[in-house]
């Protein structure tokens, strides 16, 4: 089943000491603003800090421990899908799902968190931070003092999640119309192709067109043009 | 008569603002220019809305969204196999790159990789989608400086590279070849001895272009000095690939990180150049584009046999996590971020696409450049608009 290469199992140890001694370093310059950490071994290391020194936080670890290089920010919302995957058949009842709110890694108790990708540009040494939005009026600071690049994100992210970006001051739309309603990235913003013509993988067998010979034939006298 | 919408309402009281603003030293009134969203410097339909005070830009900023495809949405009803053939789509002309980042991606939550045999091959067909992308790169410079010829030669160049990928995947422009744990087909019989042949014919090229384009005297003035990124910007502004080492940083993401692929097993070397300019832009493009026919070269002759696929289940679940994997794509960093709650799609994925972060720069570039340098920028930060817009 796995098929993994020698040079693999050397570099991918049960404690990953670099990412651990980051995350000692990280402790003490956050303090309690950070809530949470998750460090998988030989892969990635994230963090999670608290809503009211998200802007410090960043600040921080971009003065004092140099990860200089701004990669993305975006948002995740936690909540399942109320359509599922766009595939339930029309005419049946809904169907129950589990809409219980679970977190990803390093936790979160919001329905929504916002979370960036740092780089130290000299180590190439990575790290995700995530930060939790509050349900009811979702807003965090805005980044862009510290990274300017954060400006475009934060209004993708606005735009397709309604979150506010305190600071930020052009939160203008990027791709949408600006009468438009609602957030596209949120979960219970239906899919509207899925809506309008029901996913057609439903059925499990498609009658084919012409599949009666009369029809067959018919449509060959009109020269298959029908 | 269609209602304004907010962006056409700020434009239009910019161009008030701008009309108004008189210049007093030299009696210039300003004007606004609309550039695109259909022109050649676009790669696409990206809208370019410059204030200019007689021949310098004031303010400028690019309008995006002409191309806006949902594909964050879109992966979230999707199953993982199929998602493969909506990354294609992103960046258009390295359609198999796209891929790559977020195969690696779901192989690292299920804990796959895929053969040694196949590495190799997927490290060829990136290096080639490379070549075929940033070849098409240097003709259209030619183009949008005024140099008509190169882009001739880039085309017709071009073309051996996409017989290659159309001979080993089926498709010209969106292979869809990659497989989680694997890819879909190995290579077709004396396809190696072909590649050799047309990488040496890509080496040609790029002695030719050089000669032709970076040599010439227009060229030069046109590009050098203009539209100068300094290394701290670029870092703020998250630039990647070769516009990040054309401001002096040293980084690669296929050497500066480990993933299973065969980029480590070819002698090759990462170019920076400490000017941060257009022209250093263009050069490292030319630069790479030489490195990549070298990698492929190297990998050639070494590719062992073996199946090209994994074993993997049928109907493939993936299990409960997060990963990050990005790979140096033709246009910069390309990476995606998975969610997986152990179904048959994702949950979240966040593409991370390189265009979006480089064109962000344009509204501190463009201030306070002349007009005709507004294309010399774009074309050297070289965006392709499926890739900001996604």
Excluded at chain 2, 108 to 127: C, D, H, S, W
Excluded at chain 2, 335 to 362: E, H, Q, W
Aim: aromatic share 8%; charged share 25%; hydrophobic share 40%.
């Amino acid at each position: 089943m796995k098929q993994l290469s020698s040079n693999s199992e050397t570099t991918t140890p049960a404690v990953d000491v670099v990412r651990e001694q980051m995350l000692e370093a990280i402790k003490g310059s956050l303090g309690d603003a950070l809530i949470d950490s998750h460090i998988k071994p030989g892969d990635d290391l994230w963090i999670r800090v608290r809503t009211d020194s998200w802007r410090t936080s960043v600040q921080k670890l971009r003065d004092v421990h140099s990860f200089d290089y701004f990669g993305f920010l975006s948002a995740i919302d936690w909540m399942p899908s109320p359509y599922g995957r766009g595939e339930d058949d029309p005419t049946e009842p809904a169907p129950e799902r589990d809409m219980t709110i679970r977190s990803g890694y390093a936790g979160g108790d919001t329905r929504m968190q916002v979370f960036i990708r740092i780089v130290n540009s000299t180590t190439h040494f990575g790290l995700t931070v995530k930060v939790d939005v509050a349900d009811s009026s979702p807003s965090v600071e805005s980044l862009i003092t510290i990274f300017a690049g954060a400006n475009w994100h934060e209004r993708e992210t606005h735009e397709m999640f309604g979150i506010d970006f305190v600071g930020h001051n052009d939160l203008r739309n990027m791709y949408l119309p600006v009468d438009f309603e609602g957030h596209p990235l949120r979960k219970d913003f239906p899919l509207l192709a899925r809506m309008v013509k029901p996913w057609p993988g439903i059925v499990d067998v498609e009658p084919l067109p012409g599949g009666d010979e009369p029809e067959l034939a018919a449509q060959d006298s009109n020269g298959g043009d029908a | 008569m269609t209602m304004l919408g907010d962006r056409q309402q700020l434009s239009y009281i910019a161009s008030q603002a701008a009309d108004a603003r008189l210049n007093l030293e030299l009696e210039t009134e300003g004007m606004t220019l609309n550039i695109g969203p259909q022109h050649p410097a676009t790669h696409g339909t990206l809208r370019i809305i410059a204030r200019l005070d007689g021949e310098q830009v004031v303010w400028a900023e690019p309008a995006c969204g002409y191309m806006h495809r949902g594909y964050e949405k879109l992966t979230e009803v999707r199953t993982f196999p199929q998602v493969t053939t909506l990354v294609n789509r992103i960046d258009w002309l390295g359609s198999f790159a796209n891929e790559v980042p977020f195969i690696l991606a779901a192989e690292k939550l299920m804990g796959v990789e895929a053969p040694t045999r196949a590495q190799y091959i997927r490290t060829i067909l990136f290096e080639l989608s490379r070549i075929a992308n940033v070849s098409l790169f240097l003709g259209d410079l030619g183009v949008q400086l005024g140099a008509i010829t190169p882009v001739f030669l880039a085309f017709r160049d071009r073309e051996y590279v996409l017989n290659l990928i159309e001979s080993a995947t089926g498709g010209r422009f969106h292979p869809n070849f990659d497989r989680i744990g694997g890819l879909k087909d190995d290579l077709p019989a004396g396809w190696i001895d072909e590649t050799r042949a047309v990488m040496k014919k890509l080496r040609n090229f790029c002695d030719q272009i050089e000669d032709l384009l970076f040599g010439n005297e227009i060229f030069q003035s046109r590009t050098r000095g203009i539209g100068v990124i300094p290394r701290d910007v670029a870092l703020q502004y998250g630039l990647s690939g070769a516009n990040l080492r054309a401001s002096g940083v040293d980084w690669d993401l296929r050497r500066d990180q480990t993933l299973p692929m065969m980029w480590n097993k070819a002698d090759w070397k990462v170019w920076t150049h400490p000017d941060g300019d257009s022209f250093a832009r263009c050069w490292i493009r030319l630069q790479e584009t030489r490195e990549s026919t070298k990698i492929v070269d190297q990998l050639l002759g070494s590719i062992p046999s073996g199946p090209v696929m994994a074993k993997v289940p049928k109907i493939i679940k993936v299990p409960e996590g997060e990963a990050w994997v990005s790979t140096e794509n033709p246009l910069g960093e390309m990476g995606y971020y998975v969610v997986s709650r152990g179904d048959l799609g994702p949950f979240r994925v966040k593409i991370r696409s390189a265009s979006f972060n480089n064109i962000s720069i344009t509204p501190w570039l463009l201030r306070g450049v002349y007009v005709p340098d507004i294309v010399t920028i774009l074309a050297s930060l070289y965006f392709i608009l499926g890739d900001i817009d996604r």
